[in-house]
């Protein structure tokens, strides 16, 4: 993800000198629609030996808030160390005037003590509401370290079993000229969207959704064949035993730079370990995934500006595989992972999508069946012209006006159910 501008600012409390202990705050709002906030923000750092005051940040003489996609910095004289950071707690500081676009992505926060170690606190969460789409999160969290929420080295007691499945759908316009989704069980498309699901011999399983650009068509160039290669060549590389989400990306994006196809797109690889526990991703784009579970989380998307997402691609300003979103979560059995090409993302709000789970959970569905249950609902919503959508929130921050409706696309969705 890339970041604005590193601003630092001062916090000071009176102390000895002796006891100076001087912490190190980076605060990391993320890159997706609707993340920035003029919102403050109050912060209280949690130690093995005690706790620090509440800080009020975002609240500078220029500054107010906290933009999309920046980092700030903060240097907080807490007057003595705190011990082993344990946790931050992080609270949005409510508008005095309205609750409009008040609502705040927090990708992490992360801290240096003192002694010079970094920890890091992820949130990938929103908090407050957001107007460019339909986004409610708390005012305040307590975030816990990284290195505390991901899976050690050894392995799990038993394995888990990942249970996939997928649906696509293409663009109505698209079907009106003999357009059809292609749908396998490991691999297949809909319009410029590809998908594979696999299972690696090391115990990996992967899934991954690649996005063409249909607008390269004006120049004689079907961008459906680049997403499907870059699909095949994943895929391969899963079953080959490749257990690394970016190596996985940057395999597929050398193979369509040697054949050299022409066209872009969006691409989202997402490996699950079940010998770990253990969910790793790269993604490049508006297409990304959700796990619905006992850690949930939702990607961010990368954008240049609505509408223009990050993609790879044989032009010469083309993203590359290097600037992939990388994360890592721990997984168990009950959690669902859901992906999507932006054809479910700017039609399906998280809260719809959160529905829509549990409705098929609650009918006992498997993977194929919810797949098809949530690629169905985000295909009636682009068809919906008076409904509120992820699309039409963005589109309305994006141009000052206000529009309604979904957005006709094609549509892919994968569902992996961890047991």
């Not at 002796?18 to 949690?46: H, K, N």
Request: contains cysteine; negative net charge; glycine residues 12%.
């Amino acid at each position: 993800m890339q970041t604005g501008n590193c601003q630092l600012s001062f916090s000071v409390r009176p102390a000895q000198p002796e006891q100076q202990a001087v912490y190190i705050v980076d605060i990391i709002t993320g890159d997706v629609r609707g993340a920035g906030t003029e919102a403050p923000a109050i912060i209280r750092l949690i130690g093995s030996e005690g706790q620090s005051e509440e800080y009020v940040l975002g609240n500078d003489q220029d500054e107010y808030g906290f933009e999309r996609g920046t980092r700030r910095r903060y240097a907080l004289d807490v007057g003595r160390p705190l011990g082993a950071l344990r946790q931050v707690f992080v609270q949005q500081v409510e508008p005095s005037m309205s609750d409009l676009g008040s609502g705040w992505y927090l990708d992490r926060i992360e801290v240096m003590g003192p002694e010079g170690a970094l920890r890091r606190f992820p949130c990938h969460n929103w908090l407050g509401k957001s107007d460019a789409g339909d986004h409610r999160g708390c005012q305040q969290r307590h975030l816990e370290p990284s290195e505390d929420l991901i899976a050690g080295d050894a392995p799990l007691a038993k394995p888990l079993a990942v249970a996939t499945g997928a649906a696509a759908l293409p663009h109505p316009e698209k079907v009106e000229v003999g357009a059809r989704a292609v749908s396998r069980r490991n691999e297949g498309w809909a319009g410029e969207d590809a998908y594979f699901c696999a299972a690696g011999r090391n115990g990996m399983v992967g899934l991954g959704v690649a996005d063409g650009v249909y607008m390269w068509k004006t120049q004689g160039i079907d961008a459906g064949l680049y997403s499907r290669s870059l699909m095949s060549t994943a895929r391969s590389e899963v079953e080959g035993g490749n257990g690394d989400a970016l190596a996985v990306l940057k395999a597929a994006e050398a193979q369509v730079d040697r054949d050299g196809l022409q066209g872009s797109s969006t691409c989202c690889i997402v490996l699950i370990d079940s010998a770990q526990g253990r969910l790793t991703s790269a993604n490049v784009g508006d297409s990304g995934f959700v796990v619905v579970g006992t850690t949930p989380y939702r990607s961010t998307l990368q954008e240049h500006s609505f509408g223009c997402p990050y993609q790879l691609g044989h032009f010469p300003n083309a993203d590359r595989g290097d600037a992939a979103m990388l994360m890592t979560l721990p997984v168990a059995p009950g959690d669902m992972v859901v992906l999507g090409s932006d054809g479910l993302w700017d039609n399906l709000a998280d809260d719809a999508l959160v529905d829509a789970v549990a409705e098929g959970r609650a009918r006992r569905e498997g993977a194929p069946a919810l797949a098809r249950r949530l690629a169905g609902e985000a295909f009636q919503k682009s068809l919906d012209r008076e409904s509120e959508s992820p699309y039409s929130l963005g589109a309305s921050e994006a141009f000052d006006m206000v529009y309604s409706g979904g957005k006709r696309d094609d549509i892919t969705v994968l569902v992996a159910l961890v047991q």
